[in-house]
Each structure stands twice: as structure tokens, then as C-alpha cells.
Nanobody, 124 residues
Framework: QVALVESGGGLVQAGGSLRLVCRAS????????MAWFRQAPGKEREFVAG????????LYEDPVKARFTIARDNAKNMVSLQMSSLKPADTALYSC?????????????????WGQGTQVTVSS
């Protein structure tokens, strides 16, 4: 069983930056593919970025490419999402998710473990 706790959300002006952090406990963190998803009010949860168990493979959804960077530190059992050039459209609840083994997936159903999320609000 893996427990995930996110932090780092907040209110930021358009063009600003935030760094989200997800800390994991339980299980073997290094054996899990990790991802960030987001859900805006009235919309479905969507994939943002993912990183393979080794950190060597990453995948981004098109709207965040070149603006967001995902990274993991297996020694510290954490994954981060550095977000820059934020836009009001990035406003959402951001959640990290863990998948034991397997490749990075954009499908919500492929991830067994989820954090509670951290709110990101970008003002115009």
C-alpha cells in the first residue's frame, strides 16, 4: 500500500511559477511509475505528466509541454512537478498517482494509488 501526499499548490498570477511535490510512504517507491493528473471544476480528470520508475522516461500532455517539468528522487521517495508560465487554464486540483510497474499511462484507471490533491489557482 502506497500513501501519497501532495503539497505546493496555491494562488499565483498568470506567468508565474509553482513547484508541486508528492511524497510517498509505504511500498517500494522506486518500483512505481508516477504521474500527475489535474481536474478542473466541471471537467474530467486529465493526465498532465508522468515519469518512469527510473526517472529515465517522461511524458507530457501537449498543453503543458515546455512549461512543466516532472522529476523524481527515489532516495527521498518523492516526485515533483515544476510549473512555469502558468495560465488561468492551468487552474485545477492537481493529484499525484502511482502505478506499480508498467509504462507511463495517461489512463486514470491504470493508477492504483492517489493522493488527495493540491489546489492550483492561476489568476489573470
Amino acid at each position: 500500500q502506497v500513501a501519497l501526499v501532495e503539497s505546493g499548490g496555491g494562488l499565483v498570477q498568470a506567468g508565474g511559477s509553482l513547484r508541486l511535490v508528492c511524497r510517498a510512504s509505504g511500498g517500494i517507491f522506486s518500483s512505481h511509475t508516477m504521474a500527475w493528473f489535474r481536474q478542473a471544476p466541471g471537467k474530467e480528470r486529465e493526465f498532465v505528466a508522468g515519469v518512469s520508475w527510473s526517472g529515465g522516461g517522461v511524458l507530457y500532455e501537449d498543453p503543458v509541454k515546455a512549461r512543466f517539468t516532472i522529476a523524481r528522487d527515489n532516495a527521498k521517495n518523492m516526485v515533483s512537478l515544476q510549473m512555469s508560465s502558468l495560465k488561468p487554464a492551468d487552474t485545477a486540483l492537481y493529484s499525484c498517482a502511482a502505478r506499480h510497474g508498467g509504462a507511463i499511462s495517461k489512463s486514470v484507471s491504470d493508477y492504483a494509488y492517489w493522493g488527495q490533491g493540491t489546489q492550483v489557482t492561476v489568476s489573470s
